[in-house]
């Protein structure tokens, strides 16, 4: 029998009637339509429709007992019996036809009924009809009918009480005793037809669950809740939001080179559509992309792979995350060095995995010392993330830095290291970049990430991808096939083009880098004139990393007290008008980081507004 969804249950609303006017009661007379077998003592044999409703009320006859009263024991098959009856032997009647009383309702006997549902009674509801109401005594499942009308027999008025049911002895006893004597009722004849189709019988089909409000659940997962919001897309979204307002705020807060796409792969990837690369791509990437990145691998980075171990994803960020959910079980642990980007420990506990932070210091350039990380490893070690040249610090891990911390993830069979070099090409002589890869020993445990967004200005573009040993890209390939499948054809086309504009992104590349390189010296020398400000000097990328420690505990009138990095960004946002990330997003909060990804003549302007706004501040520890 197919289950009926409580909202079919619905009926029209009924026409408004007077108070004493009775719903008619349904008798075998009043079932013109109806197979015989519906007032049968038993269903006829091989009738499944409703196995349960016949063996505990082996009688549809008998269902309704004296003149008013519909008894049942188990809550939910009065609810299944009634929808039978309505439903697979729907009539209409009249209010001229004659009702008949029925009685004798057989009341299950069998010891191994289930328990027994509480009791219920009538009491007024909003539709007009009737509601129940759950009482103390748990030992009985009771509805009453609303109102019944008879040729002989009386009705009872809708507004008039039943009289109370005593359960027998106690509360678990198998019978149940009415009163001796019926009340007094009020006799009243009706005139006009109405079409009923059993809508007493309706209403109880649907009256538990009106009586019982159902409230949507709307939590949400728990590995969701754990995740906190990326606050460099929090305060660029408000910084956007206030400069299309006409606030003239100037935003240093979002990690995207101000330089437009190089004309040579912007035009690659238009050319890509004029000449119909507009379908799908290959999950992992196109061959030809892919091949295009391991001949850019081993000659830059001296990095052997095949096609079939790189997998190009939308943006070195899915990269990451792909790679984290891989190979992380719930309850490993993944080792970030701080300051981080804001996405590594949210990524961890995406995949139920721990973040567990090494810390570093200014006065160590922010690099990681490889004894503190020793002393941070366990047996639960299961990824090592490192990020070079840094988001957030721009700090350079040496060639010899490296080998010590190879010789150590070497004494830890279940350590993988992910190598995070989007930003590879943005790195300030003398500086060199290695890649963790080329270590030795370190290939078999390594995922190298890259990508086109940071070097190529290709931010919109979105473009990354992970090369490593075979077994850990196909498990990456997988949960992209099942999330996003491949990435932009067109902008494979423009990512081919940009790896062959020459070593290192060739001279378009070189240009960029050159300009970053100029804006950063100007902000170290003019941060550097703040008295307390303290600066390890960026060998990559384009972000500054200042301590602001000193001017913690300063009140401002009109403002409240600068506490910590997130109220001084809040400050310099409502007193400079300029958006800067608070260092506590990157896991330290003594600074905050500056992204200079914008034009000479902005910095300037910002740096102005800033020193401004810092005069007004005194240092509350000295200096």
């Not at 009685?103 to 328990?115: A, D, G, L, R, V």
């Not at 020459?502 to 950063?520: D, H, S, T």
Request: aromatic content about 8%; proline content about 9%.
């Amino acid at each position: 029998m197919p289950k009926l969804s409580p909202l079919s249950l619905k009926q029209e609303q009924p026409q408004p009637r007077s108070r004493n006017r009775s719903v008619p009661f349904p008798s075998s007379n009043f079932l013109p339509n109806a197979p015989p077998h519906l007032f049968s003592p038993s269903p006829p044999a091989g009738d499944r429709r409703d196995e349960t409703a016949a063996a505990n009320c082996p009688s549809f006859l008998n269902l309704f007992s004296s003149p008013f009263h519909l008894l049942y024991t188990v809550e939910a098959k009065i609810q299944r019996l009634l929808v039978y009856i309505t439903y697979y032997y729907p009539v209409t009647a009249t209010a001229h036809q004659p009702l008949q009383t029925l009685s004798n309702i057989p009341f299950p006997t069998n010891p191994s009924t289930p328990e027994i549902p509480p009791l219920y009674k009538k009491r007024k509801q909003s539709s007009k009809l009737y509601e129940t109401q759950r009482l103390s005594c748990p030992s009985l499942s009771l509805t009453m009918a609303a109102s019944l009308q008879a040729g002989s027999t009386p009705g009872i008025a809708r507004n008039q009480p039943f009289p109370p049911l005593r359960p027998a002895s106690h509360c678990y006893g198998n019978s149940v005793s009415f009163p001796s004597q019926r009340p007094s009722l009020n006799l009243k004849s009706t005139e006009t037809s109405q079409s009923v189709c059993f809508s007493t019988v309706r209403a109880m089909a649907k009256s538990d669950t009106a009586a019982e409000a159902v409230e949507l659940d709307i939590s949400l997962s728990p590995r969701v809740n754990s995740v906190k919001p990326s606050k460099t897309v929090a305060i660029t979204d408000q910084a956007t939001a206030l400069a299309e307002a006409g606030v003239p705020v100037i935003r240093l807060a979002a990690g995207e080179p101000d330089f437009d796409t190089p004309a040579v792969i912007a035009e690659a990837g238009i050319n890509a559509i004029r000449e119909g690369y507009t379908r799908y791509s290959p999950n992992a990437g196109t061959q030809e992309l892919r091949a295009a990145i391991c001949k850019k691998l081993k000659e830059e980075n001296g990095l052997s792979y095949s096609p079939d171990q790189v997998v190009v994803s939308n943006g070195a960020k899915q990269c990451i995350i792909q790679a984290v959910l891989a190979v992380c079980s719930p309850g490993d642990e993944v080792v970030i060095p701080a300051p981080f980007w804001v996405s590594y420990p949210e990524m961890a506990r995406l995949a139920d995995a721990e973040p567990v932070i090494v810390p570093t210091s200014i006065s160590e350039n922010f690099l990681m010392d490889p004894k503190v990380l020793e002393s941070k490893l366990t047996e639960k070690s299961r990824l090592l993330i490192l990020c070079s040249p840094s988001n957030p610090t721009g700090s350079v891990y040496p060639r010899e830095l490296l080998e010590e911390i190879a010789k150590i993830v070497a004494k830890h069979p279940r350590l993988l290291v992910l190598s995070d070099e989007i930003y590879e090409h943005i790195i300030y002589e003398p500086s060199k970049h290695t890649s963790f890869a080329s270590l030795p020993g370190m290939w078999e445990r390594t995922l190298t990430v890259n990508g086109f967004s940071k070097a190529f200005a290709m931010t919109g573009w979105r473009l990354g991808y992970i090369a490593g040993p075979k077994h850990f890209v196909s498990a990456c390939n997988k949960i992209q096939s099942q999330s996003t499948s491949g990435a932009s054809s067109i902008s494979q086309k423009a990512a081919v083009a940009a790896l062959g504009l020459g070593y290192a992104g060739g001279e378009a590349v070189a240009a960029m880098v050159k300009a970053f390189r100029e804006r950063r010296d100007f902000l170290v020398k003019s941060f550097g004139e703040i008295e307390g400000v303290k600066i390890s000097e960026p060998q990559g990328a384009f972000y500054l990393f200042i301590d602001f420690s000193t001017y913690y505990g300063s009140v401002v009138e009109g403002f409240g007290e600068i506490a910590d990095s997130e109220s001084l960004c809040r400050y310099l946002l409502d007193k400079a008008q300029v958006a800067l990330v608070p260092g506590v997003a990157f896991g330290d909060d003594t600074c905050i980081r500056i992204s200079y990804a914008a034009s000479l003549p902005t910095l300037q302007a910002a740096v102005e507004r800033i020193k401004k706004a810092i005069v007004s501040l005194r240092p509350a520890v000295p200096v």
